[in-house]
């Protein structure tokens, strides 16, 4: 595979490495690359054609839709569900499982997406993206019970970066590539192969406006970097927040970094901020085929075993030693608590 390969063609390459391969998964995936070229086209004409602003109505979570939610959530229905792909679909602006209709040809995957990353950023010109996995299944017609696999279990997962440029970023298993939208052409071509996070970096990305709930060792974190020379790491950090994760993540896999929505107490209740299923698992695929850690603060994310299509987890993803330190505070704070309880149970024994 060089630099300049179709998307298409490394997709057959892949596939030519598997004998048993049927080629559902390589159509499914240019189903996929023609959903999201789909959405570039509408993102980029923006107001022209009447895309931007708020719908009339709230998606499943409780949240004001933005018209692209509804119309990229529609377009990833329509290319997908008469291909014969698929036995089913979830996504973050559905609230069940979104069945292939009886009559139509079904496949043996699942398909889960967030058709729209960022949608606070639509309205004003900034990146926003889709994100998806794809894993098996065995049964013609899936219930929810069947997508609650760990993301351990995705065939691939992946994501399409609406920016200065479109591009798609997906892991099989073998790596983590991305590739770039050639409008001449009309195709994804590889860009970046085999991308690797530098284990070392001066950057974090976190909404500050949260730190009064955040818990200590995240606190503590974010307080140490800030100290700068006079930190621990001896050396200047910089802060970085776009209000997507896609993109805020594709600079860490680009040049490295910290990105985190931890747990405060202002969402404590509902067990996070960010959907496990749509995306926390599929972007914590990709950076671990890059090198990089991602973890809840206490557990691996690749191994939670969702309890629903909706659970939503902490993320703290990026460079290696940045989320090892941080694993660290959390390590030395769970065990700070744990002696703290024990005393107390003596006390009062």
């Given at each position: 595979?060089?630099?300049?390969?179709?998307?298409?063609?490394?997709?057959?390459?892949?596939?030519?490495?598997?004998?048993?391969?049927?080629?559902?998964?390589?159509l499914l995936m240019n189903d996929?690359?023609?959903?999201?070229?789909?959405?570039?086209?509408?993102?980029?004409?923006?107001?022209?054609?009447?895309?931007?602003?708020?719908?009339?109505?709230?998606?499943?979570?409780?949240e004001q839709q933005k018209k692209?939610?509804?119309?990229?959530?529609?377009?990833?229905?329509?290319?997908?569900?008469?291909?014969?792909?698929?036995?089913?679909?979830?996504?973050?602006?559905?609230?069940?499982?979104?069945?292939?209709?009886?009559?139509?040809?079904?496949?043996?995957?699942?398909?889960?997406?967030?058709?729209?990353?960022?949608?606070?950023?639509?309205?004003?010109?900034?990146?926003?993206?889709?994100?998806?996995?794809?894993?098996?299944?065995?049964?013609?017609?899936?219930?929810?019970?069947?997508?609650?696999?760990?993301?351990?279990?995705?065939?691939?997962?992946?994501?399409?970066?609406?920016?200065?440029?479109?591009?798609?970023?997906?892991?099989?298993?073998?790596?983590?590539?991305?590739?770039?939208?050639?409008?001449?052409?009309?195709?994804?071509?590889?860009?970046?192969?085999?991308?690797?996070?530098?284990?070392?970096?001066?950057?974090?990305?976190?909404?500050?406006?949260?730190?009064?709930?955040?818990?200590?060792?995240?606190?503590?974190?974010?307080?140490?970097?800030?100290?700068?020379?006079?930190?621990?790491?001896?050396?200047?950090?910089?802060?970085?927040?776009?209000?997507?994760?896609?993109?805020?993540?594709?600079?860490?896999?680009?040049?490295?970094?910290?990105?985190?929505?931890?747990?405060?107490?202002?969402?404590?209740?509902?067990?996070?901020?960010?959907?496990?299923?749509?995306?926390a698992s599929p972007i914590s695929?990709?950076?671990?085929?890059?090198?990089?850690?991602?973890?809840?603060?206490?557990?691996?994310?690749?191994?939670?075993?969702?309890?629903?299509?909706?659970?939503?987890?902490?993320?703290?993803?990026?460079?290696?030693?940045?989320?090892?330190?941080?694993?660290?505070?959390?390590?030395?704070?769970?065990?700070?608590?744990?002696?703290?309880?024990?005393?107390?149970?003596?006390?009062?024994?």
């Amino acid at each position: 595979m060089q630099l300049g390969t179709p998307l298409s063609q490394y997709l057959i390459e892949e596939q030519r490495l598997y004998p048993e391969a049927t080629g559902s998964f390589t159509l499914l995936m240019n189903d996929i690359a023609l959903a999201c070229k789909t959405i570039s086209a509408a993102v980029r004409k923006g107001a022209l054609v009447d895309v931007l602003g708020n719908a009339e109505s709230d998606n499943c979570q409780g949240e004001q839709q933005k018209k692209l939610d509804i119309i990229a959530n529609e377009l990833f229905i329509k290319n997908n569900i008469w291909r014969g792909h698929i036995a089913a679909m979830a996504s973050e602006e559905m609230e069940e499982v979104y069945p292939i209709p009886d009559g139509q040809p079904k496949g043996k995957y699942l398909l889960v997406f967030d058709p729209l990353d960022g949608s606070s950023n639509i309205d004003v010109d900034g990146p926003i993206g889709t994100i998806f996995s794809i894993m098996r299944s065995d049964k013609e017609n899936p219930t929810e019970a069947d997508f609650l696999q760990e993301g351990t279990k995705q065939v691939c997962a992946g994501y399409c970066l609406y920016g200065p440029a479109t591009m798609i970023v997906i892991s099989i298993g073998h790596g983590t590539h991305a590739f770039t939208l050639d409008p001449d052409i009309g195709e994804f071509v590889l860009t970046h192969k085999d991308i690797q996070i530098p284990e070392d970096s001066a950057e974090y990305s976190i909404n500050h406006s949260n730190r009064l709930g955040w818990e200590k060792p995240m606190l503590q974190y974010v307080e140490d970097r800030e100290a700068g020379k006079n930190g621990p790491k001896g050396k200047r950090y910089t802060m970085r927040w776009v209000g997507a994760m896609v993109m805020d993540v594709h600079r860490i896999l680009m040049r490295g970094g910290m990105f985190a929505y931890p747990i405060d107490e202002g969402i404590r209740a509902k067990g996070g901020r960010l959907r496990l299923m749509y995306e926390a698992s599929p972007i914590s695929f990709l950076v671990e085929q890059a090198g990089g850690i991602a973890t809840t603060g206490y557990q691996r994310i690749l191994d939670v075993k969702p309890s629903g299509l909706h659970q939503r987890v902490p993320v703290i993803i990026g460079s290696k030693n940045e989320v090892i330190d941080i694993l660290n505070y959390h390590k030395s704070y769970a065990e700070q608590n744990s002696m703290e309880f024990n005393h107390k149970c003596k006390l009062f024994s």
